[in-house]
C-alpha cells in the first residue's frame, strides 16, 4: 500500500525558508522509474507544480521558481524534500507530495497536503 | 511553457448524463497527459494517464481520448460522487502543467 505525507512548519514569516518533508511508503525512490513530485494549490486557486526527484536523482524544477527551490531525497528512511527560499505571502498554499512512475505514468499517489501560511 | 487550455470552467449535470471535459495543448505533448479529480478538502486522485489509459481503481464510465493537440476527458452515466474539480496535466515537458480546472455540480 502506498501512502505519502507532507510536513511543514504551518506558518512561517516572508523571507524566511521553507522546508518540507514528505515521508512516504509501499515505494522506493531507489526503484528504477520512481519519482516523487511536489505540487502546490493556493486556496480556492488551481495547482501549481515546483519539483520532481527521480531515483537516480535527477531533479527538474519549475523555472518561475527554480532559484529558490531545492528538492532532495533520504532514500534510506523514504523521504523526499523540499526547501523554497526567501518565501512571501504569495508562498501561501496548500503543498502536496505526490509518487511520480516514469514511462507514460503520472502523479498516482498523493498525500494529504499540508497547509503553509507566510505571514508577518 | 507549454499551456493547457480547458473547458469549459465550469458545468452543471443531472445523474445518468454523459459530460465531456476539454484540454487544449499549445503544442504537440504527444500521449502525455493525465485527468486528476478533486474533491474539498481532498488532494487530487488520478484518474486518467497516457491520455487513454485508466488509473487503477476508477470506473470504466471515465475515459480519455485523444485528437492532435486536444485531449478529452469522458464520463458516462454520470453521479453524484462525480462532483469536484478535473484537472488535466501534461508532463511532457518542464515545466508541467495544469489546466485551470473544470467545476462539475450535478443537478
Known amino acids: 500500500q502506498v501512502t505519502l505525507k507532507e510536513s511543514g512548519p504551518g506558518i512561517l514569516q516572508p523571507s524566511q525558508t521553507l522546508s518540507l518533508t514528505c515521508t512516504f511508503s509501499g515505494f522506493s525512490l531507489s526503484t528504477y522509474g520512481m519519482g516523487v513530485g511536489w505540487i502546490r494549490q493556493p486556496s480556492g486557486k488551481g495547482l501549481e507544480w515546483l519539483a520532481n526527484?527521480?531515483?537516480?536523482?535527477?531533479?527538474y524544477y519549475n523555472p518561475s521558481l527554480k532559484n529558490r527551490l531545492t528538492i532532495s531525497k533520504d532514500t534510506s528512511n523514504n523521504q523526499a524534500f523540499l526547501k523554497i527560499t526567501n518565501v512571501d505571502t504569495a508562498d501561501t498554499a496548500t503543498y502536496y507530495c505526490?509518487?511520480?512512475?516514469?514511462?507514460?505514468?503520472?502523479?498516482?499517489?498523493w498525500g494529504q497536503g499540508v497547509m503553509v501560511t507566510v505571514s508577518s | 511553457d507549454i499551456q493547457m487550455t480547458q473547458s469549459p470552467a465550469s458545468l452543471s449535470a443531472s445523474p445518468e448524463e454523459i459530460v465531456t471535459i476539454t484540454c487544449q495543448a499549445s503544442?504537440?505533448?504527444?500521449?502525455?497527459l493525465a485527468w486528476y479529480q478533486q474533491k474539498p478538502g481532498k488532494s487530487p486522485q488520478l484518474l486518467i494517464y497516457?491520455?487513454?489509459s485508466l488509473a487503477d481503481g476508477i470506473p470504466s464510465r471515465f475515459s480519455g481520448s485523444r485528437s492532435g493537440t486536444q485531449y478529452s476527458l469522458k464520463i458516462s452515466r454520470l453521479q453524484v460522487e462525480d462532483t469536484g474539480i478535473y484537472y488535466c496535466?501534461?508532463?511532457?515537458?518542464?515545466?508541467?502543467?495544469f489546466g485551470a480546472g473544470t467545476k462539475l455540480e450535478l443537478k
Open positions: 497516457s491520455a487513454t
Open positions: 505526490a509518487r511520480l512512475t516514469g514511462g507514460g505514468g503520472s502523479f498516482d499517489y
Open positions: 526527484i527521480w531515483w537516480d536523482d535527477d531533479k
Open positions: 496535466l501534461q508532463r511532457y515537458s518542464n515545466p508541467y502543467t
Open positions: 503544442q504537440d505533448i504527444g500521449n502525455w
